[in-house]
């Protein structure tokens, strides 16, 4: 299967420490989304990268987070002295270069005690 | 601003007969795309339909067909002849222009009773 991969796919750690997310997208897939999901709520938009530029930040992304596609090919998204507030699902997509549909992995689900 | 709208928390269908999802959205953008995405209970993510701004027929894919409207700003899902792994949640979303952002609505859970 070569969809969009995440890891880990679970993360429980103590508020204040940092953590880090990685995507592997679709091989051929130049665009790349981060979101945010919390429990009862659709997926919101972190940030985007085409190749390995990032296009895209949603004001949601405080300058606790960081995201990375060194070579345009994975991502990495880092979240700084978690809080709380930072427990949700973390999903990654990817979509081919004309922007239809993207395809999603199965998500890093964060819990941060 | 874009926005995407889906006022039904919940919904029940009796298997083997159809159900409609409501979507509708807001957008300034001339060209966008719409989408439906569904949700098992397990979490991932499973892309459903896709209708473009400019297509003049309206989207279908097997059971999945999407009822766009656009001068009503609306995106609404039929599923028809429902099936008990159909129950799921059910996500409508909106991508602008540019592609560089996509907007979700809450969602809407589908329950199918056999």
């Known amino acids: 299967d070569t969809g969009v991969s995440q890891d880990p796919r679970h993360k429980i750690t103590k508020r204040g420490q940092n953590v880090t997310f990685r995507c592997d997208p679709i091989?051929?897939?130049?665009?790349l989304y981060w979101y945010r999901q919390t429990l009862g709520q659709g997926p919101e938009f972190l940030t985007y990268?085409?190749?390995?530029?990032?296009?895209?930040k949603s004001r949601l992304l405080s300058d606790r987070f960081s995201a990375e596609r060194p070579k345009g090919s994975f991502s990495t998204l880092e979240i700084q002295r978690t809080e709380q507030g930072d427990s949700a699902m973390y999903l990654c997509a990817s979509s081919p270069g004309t922007p239809r549909e993207q395809y999603f992995g199965p998500g890093t689900r964060l819990t941060v005690t | 601003a874009q926005k995407i709208t889906q006022t039904q928390p919940g919904m029940f269908v009796q298997e083997k007969e159809a159900v409609t999802l409501d979507c509708t959205y807001d957008?300034?953008?001339?060209?966008?795309?719409l989408f439906w995405y569904k949700q098992p209970s397990s979490g991932e993510m499973i892309f459903l339909i896709y209708q473009g701004s400019y297509d003049q027929q309206n989207a279908t894919e097997g059971r999945y067909s999407l009822n766009f409207q656009k001068a009503r700003k609306s995106a609404n899902l039929v599923i028809s002849a429902s099936q008990l792994g159909d129950s799921a949640m059910y996500f409508c979303a909106m991508r602008g222009r540019t592609g560089n952002q996509f907007y979700f609505g809450t969602g809407t859970s589908l329950t199918v009773i056999p």
């Open positions: 091989s051929e897939h130049n665009r």
């Open positions: 990268f085409q190749n390995e530029a990032q296009l895209e």
């Open positions: 957008t300034s953008d001339p060209s966008y795309g």
